[in-house]
C-alpha cells in the first residue's frame, strides 16, 4: 500500500510537470552552453592545456577583433547613456508637450531590428540617400558611406541601446521621493542645482546598471557590425565568428568556440556589473513620501520642447523615411520624384521572389511557436518557482536567465555542437533543417515569457492559493483553477512581445539558416550585401510596418489586460504630476 502511495506521489502531476519543464531547459538551454565550454577546453595538436583556446587566442584576427569589439561596445554604450539619460530626464523631471508620444519614439530603436536600423541609417547618410539628395546635402556619387567604419557602428549602436538606459533611469526617476527635493528648495536650491546635485547622485547606480546592460547588449549585438562593419572592413569577435563558420563550415567549431569564450566574459563583466548597481539601485528608491514632481520649464517649454522633439524625430523616425524613400526608388542611382516613384521593389518582395516568401511563411512560423511554447511553459514554471517555491522550479527559472544572457551568437554555436551529429537513437541531424532554428529561438525566448508571468505571480495575493491549498486541492489543480486565468495576460503579452522579436531575428539565424529555411532576418542581410539596397530596403520597410502593427495590437493588448508586461508601459506608466513651483532657475 505504502509502494503504491509512493509511486502514485512520483507520477503526480506536478512531478510529471517539473519532470517535463527540466527536460526543456536541460536538453535545450544547458546542454548546448556546457557543450560549448567543454569544446573550447579541447587541448592542441601537442596535447598541452587549453591548446586550442590558447592557439586561437593568439591569432591576430581575433586579437584585432577583441580590441574592436571592447573599443566598440565602451563608446557606443557612452552614446547610449548620453541619449538615454537626456531623454529619461526630459520625460521624467520637466513639463514639457507630448511626453507620453516621446516616450514610445524613445523605445523605437528597441522595437526595429538591428539590421534594419542599421540599414536605415545607410540609407540616410549614404550618397544616395533620398533625404540628403532632396535637401541639397548628399555626397558625391561614389563616395564611401561614412557609416561604413567604427565611428558609424559606434553610432548606430549606441542610438539602438539607448532604450535599455532610458529604461532604467525612468523607472529610478518614478521611485524618488518628492521630499528630497522639497528639502533643497527649502535650503535656497534652484532647479538645476537640484538635478545636478541630489537628483543624479540618486540615479547614478540606476545610469550605471543600464550602461552595462547596454554594454553587454552591444557586446553580443550582431546585425550592425554585420551591415556596417564587413564593408568597412571592422571586424568584431560577433561577425568573426560568422565569417569563419560562413567560410570553413562545421570543422571550425572548436575555434569559434575559444572566440565565443571572449564573448562570455566580456558579456559576464558586464552582466555582474549591472547586477550590483541594479540592487544599489533599488536601495536608492526605497521611497517615502510622494513621487517627485516634474520642474516647470517655465518661458523654456515651447523652445526645450521643440529642441526634444527635433531630436528625437531625427534619430527615431528620420532614418525610417529614409529607408521607404529607397524603396521607392526603382533603381540605385535613380533620384526619387513624383516621375520615378514606383512600388517594383514591394512587387518582388511580396509578390515574385520565392525565397521572400518563404522567409515570410519560415519567420511567421518560427516566431509563432517561438511565442506560444514558451507562453506555455513560462505558466507553471513560474508558479513551482515563485508560489510553490520549489528548488527544482528555482534552480530551473535561473537557467532560463542564460541564454538571453550571452550573446546569441555564443547560443547559437552551442546549438550546432549539440545538435550537429545525429540524434541519439533516431539516427538524423537537425542541422540544416528548420528544426534547429525552432530550438534555438525556444531557449532564446523563454526568459521573455517567464519574466512577466513570474512578475504576474508575485503580485498575486496568496491567500486564494493557500485555502486552496487548505481545502486539499493539488498543485496542478490550483494552477489550473486559479493561478493561470489570473496570470494568463501577462503571458498573452510576453508571448505578442517574444513574436515580435522572434519575427525580425537575425542573429541566430545568420549561423543557423540554410537553404530553404531562411528567415526575414536573413533576407534583408543577403540583399544588402549582394548590394540590391532598393529591394532589402522594401523588404525592411514592410516588416517594420509588421513590428509597428505588432507593437500597436501590443500595446492595446498591455495598457488593458498586462501594462507591467509592455516595456513602453513601464516607462509611462507613473502619474503626471503637476509642478508646484513654475520657472528653470
Known sequence: MAAAARYQRILSGENLVLAGLSLYVLVIVVLPLAR???????????????????????????????????????????????????????????????RKAIVFLAMLPMLIPPQISALAWIELLGPSSVILQFAGLAPPPGTTNPLYSMGGIVWVMGLEHAP?????????????SNDLVEAARIGGAGAWRIVRSVILPLLAPSVVAGAALAYVSAIGNFGVPALLGIPGRVTVLTTLIYQRL??????????????????????????????????????????????????????YRVAASALVWFATLFLSILPLVALASRALVPALGVKLSLETISLENFAFVLFESAAIRRAFANSFALASAAAILPALAAIPLAYFSTVCRAPLARLLDAAADAPYAVPGTVLAIGIILVFLPPLPFLGFSLYGTIWILLIAYLARFLLLALRPVGAAFSTLETGLDEAAA???????????????????????????????????????????????????????????????SPAAAALATVVVAVTLALALLCDIFGRRYAPAAVPWHIAASVPDLSPRRSGVE
Do not use: H, K
Open 36 to 98: 560549448l565550454l567543454l569544446e573550447g577546453l579541447a587541448p592542441g595538436e601537442e596535447g598541452q592545456l587549453l591548446g586550442l583556446a590558447r592557439d586561437t587566442w593568439g591569432g591576430r584576427s581575433v586579437g584585432r577583433a577583441l580590441t574592436n569589439t571592447i573599443v566598440i561596445s565602451t563608446l557606443s554604450t557612452a552614446v547610449s547613456v548620453a541619449v538615454g539619460v537626456a531623454l529619461a530626464l526630459c520625460v521624467r523631471l520637466t513639463d514639457m508637450w507630448g
Open 164 to 176: 535599455l538606459v532610458f529604461l532604467a533611469v525612468t523607472a529610478a526617476a518614478s521611485g524618488l
Open 246 to 299: 560562413n567560410g570553413f563550415g562545421p570543422s571550425v567549431l572548436g575555434e569559434v568556440a575559444a572566440i565565443a569564450y571572449l564573448l562570455i566574459g566580456l558579456a559576464v563583466l558586464g552582466i555582474l556589473v549591472r547586477i550590483v548597481f541594479e540592487t544599489r539601485s533599488r536601495t536608492a528608491q526605497a521611497r517615502v513620501g510622494p513621487p517627485i514632481r516634474s520642474f516647470s520649464l517655465g518661458r
Open 470 to 532: 487548505i481545502a486539499g486541492a493539488r498543485p496542478m489543480r490550483r494552477l489550473a483553477a486559479i493561478g493561470t486565468p489570473l496570470v494568463a495576460p501577462a503571458a498573452v503579452a510576453g508571448a505578442m512581445l517574444i513574436f515580435m522579436t522572434a519575427f525580425n531575428e537575425l542573429t541566430l539565424s545568420a549561423l543557423l539558416w540554410s537553404t530553404g529555411n531562411e528567415t526575414l532576418g536573413v533576407m534583408v542581410f543577403f540583399l544588402q550585401y549582394e548590394g540590391n
